[in-house]
């Protein structure tokens, strides 16, 4: 009886341990798959607004727009006031830099704000800090409460 326990065993632990790193491998691939390597036209960095972080962290980026000076976008104001990146474009010719628009209460709070409404131009390195900064690439999906029936239906 012990003969047959032991055989028992050499046959299944190795097979268990087969199925263990298929879950395992099958779940490195999905997870490598649904990261984002690159920033994508569309891609889009949100930032909710928070009063509870300090508006001066220190963090800001001088960043240029097209045909105009540049302009600074500070972390903790973006994080405190809000606001969204939109990727339009990736610049042809420029290895790693994209087109975004800004749009959002303001970027810094001295002189150096791009506004309310601005298109940018930012190389991969800034926008991937902004994402990290605003939590990532993509929106958060927004659900509408459910209808209120005004006449009881």
């Known amino acids: 009886m012990r003969q047959r326990n032991d055989t028992t065993i050499r ?3 190795p097979a268990a341990m ?7 491998a099958s ?23 928070s009063r509870v972080q300090p508006i001066e962290d220190g963090n800001r980026l001088i960043v240029h727009r097209p045909d105009q000076f540049g302009c600074v976008l500070d972390l903790g104001t973006l994080n405190q006031s809000g606001g969204s990146l939109v990727v339009e474009s990736e610049i042809a ?15 810094s709070t001295d002189t150096a704000n791009c506004g309310e409404d601005a298109d940018l131009i930012l190389d991969r390195q ?8 605003g939590g990532g690439y993509g929106a958060d999906h927004k659900h509408l ?3 209120v029936s005004v006449l009881g239906y």
């Open 11 to 13: 046959i299944l632990l």
């Open 18 to 24: 087969a199925l263990g790193f298929a879950v395992l």
């Open 27 to 49: 779940t490195a691939v999905s997870a490598i798959a649904a990261m984002h390597l690159s920033p994508r036209i569309g891609d889009i960095v949100t930032f909710t607004p």
């Open 93 to 107: 010719g420029s290895a790693g830099s994209f087109r975004v628009h800004w749009a959002g209460e303001r970027t």
């Open 126 to 133: 800034a926008l991937d800090l902004l994402a990290v900064s």
């Open 145 to 147: 409460p459910p209808p």
